[in-house]
C-alpha cells in the first residue's frame, strides 16, 4: 500500500525547523475552494505518468517567496518536506517553474500515488492532508481571532487569549468487504469522478465503534445484513483527511442488495474469476485494491 515505503522511513514527528534551498519544496494550488493539485514534474508514459519530481525549496524561491514562507511538514529518510505557506493568495511568479516541455505542472495528488517512487505518493497525500487543515484554522471557530502554529507541537494556537486550541484533523472511515462465498459486493460511486470498482465505505459517525460503522454503512448502502465483521488493514488517506479501517464481513440472511442510488451507481456480487481478470496488473496501493486482491487469492 501507499504507506508501506520502508519501515522507519517516514518521520511524521513536528519540528519547529527553518527551511533550506535543498529541502523539498510542496506547492498546492492554493484557493479557498477545494482543489488537491500540486507542483510536480512529471514524465509520461502514453497518457499516464510514470515518474514524478518535486521541487526545491531552492527553485521556488527563485519565483520570489522566502525560505520563511514555508511550513515544516515532515521527513522520508533524509529529505525533508516544507508546505510553502499560501493558503487563500494566489501562486504568483511560478512561472519560471512551470515554463517549457520539462518544467512543472499542478497535477492531481491522486496522479502521484500511481507514480514512481512510491513515497512521493505518500509524500503529496500527506502533505494534502495537513495543507488542507491548515487552510482551515486560519482563524478561531470559538472567538474569531487569528490563528498561529503552537511552537512545539503540531497544533494552531488563538492569539486572542480564549485557550483554543486545534489539532490536526483525521476522520476515520472504514472500507467495507461483503463476503458471500466465492463473491464480494463491489460497488461504483453515483456522481464521482472516481469509475473503478470500490468497496463499500463510509465514514464513522461519532459515538460508534467502527464494527457499528461497517454494519450501518452495509444495512444503508446495499440493505443487507453482516455478521463475522473482522479487521483486515488501515491505511492514512490524506486526499480525504482520512484514517481508512479495512473490514472483512459475512452476508448474514438474504443476499439481495437494495442500492442507496443517492450513493451508490451500481453495487453486485462479483465473482474471484471476474476480479481476477480486472485485478492482474493491480498496484495495490490503495486498501481497497489490497483488499480485493487478498479476497481475489481466498488469502481471507
Ligand atoms: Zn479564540
Not at 470559538?142 to 512545539?152: E, N, S, T, Y
Not at 463491489?186 to 470500490?198: E, I, L
Request: charged letters at 25%; a negative charge.
Amino acid at each position: 500500500m501507499i504507506q508501506d515505503i520502508g519501515t522507519g522511513r517516514f518521520d511524521n514527528q513536528y519540528r519547529n525547523v527553518k527551511a533550506k534551498p535543498g529541502d523539498t519544496a510542496i506547492v498546492f494550488q492554493g484557493t479557498c475552494k477545494r482543489d488537491d493539485s500540486i507542483l510536480a514534474r512529471l514524465e509520461w508514459n502514453g497518457d499516464a505518468p510514470d515518474r514524478a519530481w518535486l521541487p526545491t525549496v531552492g527553485e521556488v524561491c527563485q519565483c520570489g517567496y522566502a525560505e520563511e514562507d514555508f511550513i515544516y511538514l515532515f521527513a522520508i529518510e533524509d529529505r525533508r518536506y516544507f508546505l510553502l505557506d499560501r493558503y487563500s493568495e494566489a501562486l504568483e511568479g511560478l512561472e519560471i517553474l512551470t515554463e517549457g516541455e520539462d518544467g512543472y505542472e499542478f497535477a492531481g495528488t491522486r496522479t502521484l500515488t500511481k507514480t514512481e517512487p512510491m513515497e512521493l505518493g505518500m509524500a503529496a497525500i500527506t502533505a494534502y492532508h495537513l495543507f488542507d487543515w491548515y487552510r482551515i484554522n486560519q482563524f478561531c471557530g470559538r472567538c474569531g481571532g487569528r490563528m498561529v502554529h503552537d511552537a512545539k507541537e503540531r497544533a494552531m494556537r488563538c492569539t486572542c487569549g480564549c485557550g483554543n486550541m486545534v489539532f490536526p484533523k483525521i476522520c476515520p472511515a472504514c472500507i467495507i468487504a461483503v463476503r458471500n462465498g466465492d463473491t464480494v459486493i463491489t460497488s461504483r460511486y453515483a456522481g464521482r469522478a472516481y469509475r473503478g470498482r470500490a468497496l463499500l465505505a463510509g465514514f464513522c459517525e461519532i459515538g460508534e465503534t467502527a464494527e457499528e460503522t461497517v454494519a450501518r454503512e452495509v444495512m444503508e448502502e446495499v440493505g443487507l445484513k453482516v455478521k463475522n465483521i473482522t479487521y483486515y488493514a488501515s491505511q492514512p488517506w490524506g486526499v480525504e483527511s482520512d484514517l481508512l479501517f479495512g473490514y472483512y464481513c459475512d452476508v448474514d440472511g438474504s443476499t439481495e442488495v437494495h442500492i442507496d442510488e443517492e450513493e451508490l451507481a451500481i453495487a453486485e456480487w462479483t465473482p474471484r474469476e471476474v476480479l481476477a481478470e480486472e485485478l492482474q496488473d493491480a498496484d495495490c496501493r490503495t486498501l481497497t485494491q489490497t483488499m480485493l486482491v487478498a479476497f481475489m487469492n481466498s488469502e481471507i
